[in-house]
């Protein structure tokens, strides 16, 4: 079974940093592109970043480019979210998203983690 | 930017009933050399992360009731539920992937008349 575990959120004061990770397991992740997504208490999904399957290219939304990091480690199957300089506005349960097919980042959002809540707040 | 914008924001329709939601792109989102539409929908349910139940604008994810379709291409594209059941209230949300900005549309609540 595909199974994506996110861990890492928690309460942060603006201007903090905090590293998001996702476990994943149950298919080959080296070959799958992945994403995170982010949805704002009562709102709607806003992407936030990718990666694709070898970690040599990465994409950022305007909102959250040059603050946060992704990045992957195939040997252990992992994607993290490394974010810096919160702020309010960044308060979100955050998903980890594993994409349908083992073909590029153009494509649909298949499997999504449970996600984890990032509260930035004084 | 491409902008996803669904209609209605929210609809409410008797059970057995059809449920119609639009998504308009602001750009197109059809690769015409291979003839795809980089259109997905989602089905998120209150406390639960989003589903995916349709890619390509018309091919239905496995597992995903047939009552649940896809269509349009383009710039205009629909998700119709033919005969809507208790289970399918939740928020629908299209999205295009044919940008790496991945820019979902703001939601459908749909709801029981």
């Known amino acids: 079974e595909v199974q994506l575990v996110e861990s890492g959120g928690g309460l942060v004061q603006p201007g903090g940093s905090l590293r998001l990770s996702c476990s994943a397991s149950?298919?080959?992740?080296?070959?799958?592109?992945m994403h995170w997504v982010r949805q704002a208490p009562g709102k709607g999904l806003e992407y936030v970043s990718a990666i694709n399957s070898d970690g040599g290219n990465t994409y950022y939304a305007d909102s959250v480019k040059d603050r946060f990091t992704i990045s992957r480690d195939n040997s252990k199957n992992t994607l993290y979210l490394q974010m810096s300089s919160l702020r309010p506005e960044d308060t979100a349960v955050y998903y980890c998203?594993?994409?349908?097919?083992?073909?590029?980042?153009?494509?649909?959002?298949?499997?999504w983690g449970q996600g984890t809540m990032v509260t930035v707040s004084s | 930017d491409i902008v996803m914008t669904q209609s209605p924001d929210s609809l409410a329709v008797s059970l057995g009933e059809r449920a119609t939601i639009n998504c308009k792109s602001s750009?197109?989102?059809?690769?015409?050399?291979?003839?795809?539409?980089?259109l997905a929908w989602y089905q998120q349910k209150p406390g639960q992360p989003p589903k995916l139940l349709i890619y390509w604008a018309s091919t239905r994810e496995s597992g995903v009731p047939d009552r649940f379709s896809g269509s349009g291409s383009g710039t205009d594209f629909t998700l119709t539920i033919s005969s809507l059941q208790a289970e399918d209230v939740a928020v629908y949300y299209c999205q295009q992937y044919y940008s790496t900005l991945y820019t979902f549309g703001q939601g459908t609540k749909l709801e029981i008349k």
């Open positions: 750009q197109s989102v059809l690769y015409s050399s291979i003839n795809k539409n980089y």
């Open positions: 998203v594993k994409v349908r097919a083992a073909a590029g980042v153009y494509d649909a959002f298949h499997i």
């Open positions: 149950g298919f080959t992740f080296s070959n799958y592109a």
